[in-house]
T-cell receptor
Framework: EAGVAQSPRYKIIEKRQSVAFWCNPI?????LYWYQQILGQGPKLLIQ????????DSQLPKDRFSAERLKGVDSTLKIQPAKLEDSAVYLC???????????????FGPGTRLTVL | AQTVTQSQPEMSVQEAETVTLSCTYD???????LFWYKQPPSRQMILVIR??????QNATENRFSVNFQKAAKSFSLKISDSQLGDTAMYFC????????????FGTGTRLTVIP
C-alpha cells in the first residue's frame, strides 16, 4: 500500500515569509497528525485531526500556524509569518483511529525540512 | 506532565555485536504503550518495537528486544547482531491506551554501527 506522502521535501524561506506543507495520508486512515521536529530533539505534536475535526491543537502556535483537513483526507499546514525558530522538520503521520483500547500504529511520511533564514 | 528521557545522545557498536539503548519515562497514567522508533538519514520514522504497559512479558522482534521495568519506568532497547543498516537515530516514545493517542518522544540516541 502507498505510504504517507508529503511535499515539498525541502523549503528555504526568509523570516516573515509564508510557507505551506501538504500531506496525503494512507487511504482509509481517519486520524492525521502533524509533528514538529527541531534539530536535536524528538518530534512534538502540533495538531491531530480525526477525519476533518481537530482532536488536539494545544501545542500549535495559533498566532502564526494554521492547519486544515478538508474532506477528511489531505491536510495542509501553514506558517505565516515564519520565524527563525520555525526551522525544523515537519512530519505528517496517519493512523486508522484513536481512542480505542487497541493502539493503532502511526505511519510517518518522509517529512519536510524547513529552513528559515 | 509526560516526559521521556534518553540519556545517551550518541552510541556506537561494532558490527555483529550487541548494544543497549536506555530510556526512562514519567507519567501518572497506568495504561499506556511504549515504543522504539528508528529514523535513518532519509527521515522516515519507522516503528521498531512496541510494548503494552499492562503486559509483563518483554516484547521481541527478531534482533530487537526490550527490557521493560514498569515500577522503575524504564524501557531499554537491545539490538543483537548489529548490522550496518541499524545506523540511525532511535527514539523512545509512549502514548496512552485511551484518549487521543499522540506520541510523546524522547530526544533520541544516534547509533552508529562500525564495520
Amino acid at each position: 500500500e502507498a505510504g504517507v506522502a508529503q511535499s515539498p521535501r525541502y523549503k528555504i524561506i526568509e523570516k516573515r515569509q509564508s510557507v505551506a506543507f501538504w500531506c496525503n495520508p494512507i487511504s482509509g486512515h481517519a486520524t492525521l497528525y502533524w509533528y514538529q521536529q527541531i534539530l536535536g530533539q524528538g518530534p512534538k505534536l502540533l495538531i491531530q485531526f480525526q477525519n476533518n475535526g481537530v482532536v488536539d491543537d494545544s501545542q500549535l502556535p495559533k498566532d502564526r500556524f494554521s492547519a486544515e483537513r478538508l474532506k477528511g483526507v489531505d491536510s495542509t499546514l501553514k506558517i505565516q509569518p515564519a520565524k527563525l525558530e520555525d526551522s525544523a522538520v515537519y512530519l505528517c503521520a496517519s493512523s486508522l483511529d484513536f481512542g480505542s483500547l487497541e493502539w493503532n500504529e502511526q505511519f510517518f511520511g518522509p517529512g519536510t525540512r524547513l529552513t528559515v533564514l | 506532565a509526560q516526559t521521556v528521557t534518553q540519556s545517551q545522545p550518541e552510541m556506537s557498536v561494532q558490527e555483529a555485536e550487541t548494544v543497549t539503548l536506555s530510556c526512562t519515562y514519567d507519567t501518572s497514567e497506568n495504561n499506556y504503550y511504549l515504543f522504539w522508533y528508528k529514523q535513518p538519514p532519509s527521515r522516515q520514522m519507522i516503528l521498531v518495537i512496541r510494548q503494552e504497559a499492562y503486559k509483563q512479558q518483554n516484547a521481541t522482534e527478531n534482533r530487537f528486544s526490550v527490557n521493560f521495568q514498569k515500577a522503575a519506568k524504564s524501557f531499554s532497547l537491545k539490538i543483537s547482531d548489529s548490522q550496518l543498516g541499524d545506523t540511525a537515530m532511535y527514539f523512545c516514545a509512549f502514548t496512552f491506551r485511551t484518549g487521543a493517542n499522540n506520541l510523546f518522544f524522547g530526544t533520541g540516541t544516534r547509533l552508529t554501527v562500525i564495520p
